[in-house]
Structures are given as structure tokens and as C-alpha cells.
């Protein structure tokens, strides 16, 4: 098959899933140099998707929907839906894109592709950024990328400048680590107790601590600021994302559970410390982050207990602030002392 000269790659949900899409556009740039790269995103993952330095152009998705887009001037001449969603598929088909990817496991797909792939998320034993990767098999991409591989083609260096009054915040002589308790309800959340006994064993003379999240997660965060005083300084609510990535870039690592800080940290080559549940499909090895420094903290068991009731999940309860302590505690020896 001739390759087009332009694609758009399609993702349009949260911060993680965006993440772990962005190998797609290095792989095709990588077999097709001179391809322009467009990837439809919203306004929310903007700063992430104009962060990679394989992607061209930004497309936000209403714009797409409702707009003439355009690719280096050119029309699209290829749409890859990563993330299948019926309204973008329609419009692509009207918009008469003449290669249109998609899965044969969408409906709607066939109505609206000319190029299907047969995968099944689903039932896969496969990572999502590999999974992502297998709808590249049109360009004649049939290779199985391995986790390394992948964090090696995941490039997030284009960053904003982070402004002075957060530069300012950071200390050079402490490991500085971003702890982020919540999840905006995408994931089983540690307890903010469990958070709190971290900070306490933390030594403050080594670690510097932060407390993130949104402004919106801020009045839920209170338990827990009020519990640590002066240990910690928060930053929730206090940045957009497009400073928020390179703050994580001037820190040391992260703490979370699977949500979208975690992703752009490992990203970002950072300490990401992961606490994940033993049950599919959430379970790391569809989700957990990509990088070089990634550490995931799971009970070594298989567990459907809280399928039905989302609300408790003792897995996730039962990984203890002492074992995150511990390797926190290995990494700011190895960064400092040896």
C-alpha cells in the first residue's frame, strides 16, 4: 500500500490513555519521515499531544467535527482511530478521508472504515500502548514492540518553560517527590491515610513533598493537608497542565495510582511509583506506565472481589506506605549517596 503523506491519529479521551498512544506517531514517523503527523485530541490533553516532538499538528476534536481541517494545507488523507468513537468515524467517512483505519470489533466501523484490523482489547494479554501499536499492521508495521522499546519511542521533551514562581518552590539538595492521591474517579484510590503515613515516615531533611491534584480534588485533599502540616507543600489546583508536565520534569518522581500524572512522569523518565489492583483489565499489565524508572506495587495474587462494588477495594488498601517508603528510601541513596 503507497503511504498517504499526511495522518490523523485519533485519541480523544483522558491524560494517560493519551500517553500511551504517543509511541504511534513515533513508529510512523520513524517508517515515514516526511508523513505529517496530525493526532485529534481535546483541549484537556492538548499540552501532552504538543509535547511529543512526532506529532505536527494538533487537532482538537470539536474543531474536526464541525470544521474544514487541514494538514500542512493539505486534506487528511488518513485517519487512524485509536480510540474508537462513532461521531469521528461519521464525519471522517463525510469528510471522504480516502484510507480510514479502524477495528473489525466496532459496528460502526464497518460502516464508516475501508481498512479494518481484527483486535479485541478485551481479551488481550496485551499492554494498551501495545495494543495501540497493532493498528499500524495496514502500513505493513506487524512488529511486536516490547515494553522497552516503547519507552524508548515515548518523547514528551517538548515542553513549556515552568514559570519561575514554581521553579522557585524546588530544592536542589532533596529528592522531590509529587505525591497524587486522586484520580478524578478513573481509578481504585490508595486511601488518603495510607498518604498520610507515607509523609510521616518520609524523612523531610531528604525528600521534598508535594501534594497534587486539581482544584476540583482540592477540598477532598483537605484530611490529608491538615493531618501533615508543614511536611508538604501543596500545589493542588495551583497549575495548568501545560505547567504542570514540566514541574513533574523538575522533580524527582511520583506516587500515584493509575492515572494520568503517573503516565506522563514515566514519560518524562521520571520515578513513577504505580499502585495498581490484581484484576483485569486494570491491572499493570494493560496499564501500568512506561518508562525507565517505573516501579508498580500489586499484591501477587488474582483478584475479582470488588468487580461489582467499586467503592472498597482491599488490594488496594492492603500495599503499605512502609514498602513505598523503602524504595523511596533506595532511590534517594542511589541519586544522593553512592
Known amino acids: 500500500?503507497?503511504?498517504?503523506t499526511n495522518i490523523l491519529i485519533s485519541r480523544t479521551d483522558s491524560l494517560g490513555d493519551v500517553v500511551l498512544t504517543l509511541p504511534v506517531a513515533a513508529v510512523i514517523k520513524q517508517h515515514f519521515p516526511e508523513m505529517t503527523v496530525g493526532f485529534i485530541g481535546t483541549a484537556y490533553t492538548k499540552a501532552i499531544i504538543e509535547s511529543c516532538p512526532y506529532i505536527d499538528?494538533?487537532?482538537?476534536?470539536?474543531?474536526?467535527?464541525?470544521?474544514?481541517?487541514?494538514?500542512?494545507?493539505?486534506?487528511?488523507?488518513?485517519?487512524?482511530?485509536i480510540l474508537p468513537r462513532a461521531e469521528i468515524a461519521k464525519r471522517a467517512k463525510e469528510l471522504q478521508i480516502p484510507l480510514r483505519i479502524g477495528t473489525t470489533n466496532r459496528?460502526?466501523?464497518?460502516?464508516t472504515c475501508n481498512k479494518l484490523v481484527k483486535l479485541s482489547?478485551?481479551?488481550?494479554?496485551?499492554h494498551e500502548a501495545q495494543l495501540n501499536l497493532k493498528l499500524l499492521k495496514p502500513f505493513g508495521i506487524d512488529h511486536d514492540f516490547s515494553l522497552p522499546e516503547i519507552a524508548e519511542l515515548t518523547d514528551m521533551s517538548n515542553l513549556s518553560v515552568l514559570p519561575p514562581q514554581f521553579a522557585t518552590l524546588l530544592q536542589a539538595d532533596k529528592f522531590k517527590i509529587i505525591l497524587h492521591p486522586k484520580s478524578r474517579g478513573s481509578a481504585r484510590e490508595w486511601d488518603l491515610n495510607?498518604?498520610?503515613?507515607?509523609?510521616?515516615?518520609?524523612?523531610?531533611?531528604?525528600?521534598?513533598?508535594?501534594?497534587?491534584?486539581?482544584?476540583n480534588e482540592k477540598a477532598g485533599l483537605q484530611p490529608l493537608l491538615e493531618a501533615v502540616g508543614e511536611r508538604v507543600t501543596d500545589i493542588?489546583?495551583?497549575?495548568?497542565?501545560?505547567?504542570?508536565?514540566?514541574?513533574?520534569?523538575?522533580?524527582d518522581g511520583l506516587v500515584a495510582c493509575s492515572t494520568g500524572p503517573l503516565h506522563i512522569a514515566a514519560a518524562l523518565q521520571k520515578h513513577a511509583l504505580g499502585i495498581y489492583q490484581p484484576m483485569r483489565p486494570i491491572h499493570p499489565g494493560r496499564w501500568q506506565p512506561i518508562g525507565e524508572h517505573v516501579k508498580v506495587f500489586v499484591l501477587n495474587k488474582t483478584c475479582n472481589d470488588c468487580r461489582v462494588?467499586?467503592?472498597?477495594?482491599?488490594?488496594?488498601?492492603a500495599i503499605q506506605p512502609i514498602e513505598i517508603k523503602a524504595y523511596l528510601d533506595t532511590l534517594y541513596d542511589d541519586i544522593f549517596v553512592h
Not at 482489547?121 to 496485551?126: E, K
Open 107 to 111: 459496528w460502526f466501523h464497518w460502516l
Open 57 to 81: 499538528v494538533f487537532v482538537d476534536k470539536e474543531e474536526f467535527l464541525n470544521q474544514p481541517v487541514t494538514l500542512a494545507g493539505e486534506p487528511p488523507q488518513c485517519l487512524l482511530h
Open 236 to 251: 493542588s489546583g495551583l497549575m495548568t497542565l501545560p505547567e504542570f508536565i514540566p514541574f513533574i520534569a523538575a522533580c
Open 1 to 4: 500500500m503507497k503511504a498517504p
Open 309 to 317: 462494588d467499586k467503592t472498597s477495594c482491599p488490594c488496594t488498601q
Open 121 to 126: 482489547r478485551n481479551r488481550s494479554h496485551l
Open 194 to 215: 495510607h498518604y498520610v503515613s507515607l509523609i510521616k515516615l518520609l524523612d523531610t531533611e531528604k525528600f521534598q513533598i508535594f501534594i497534587s491534584g486539581t482544584a
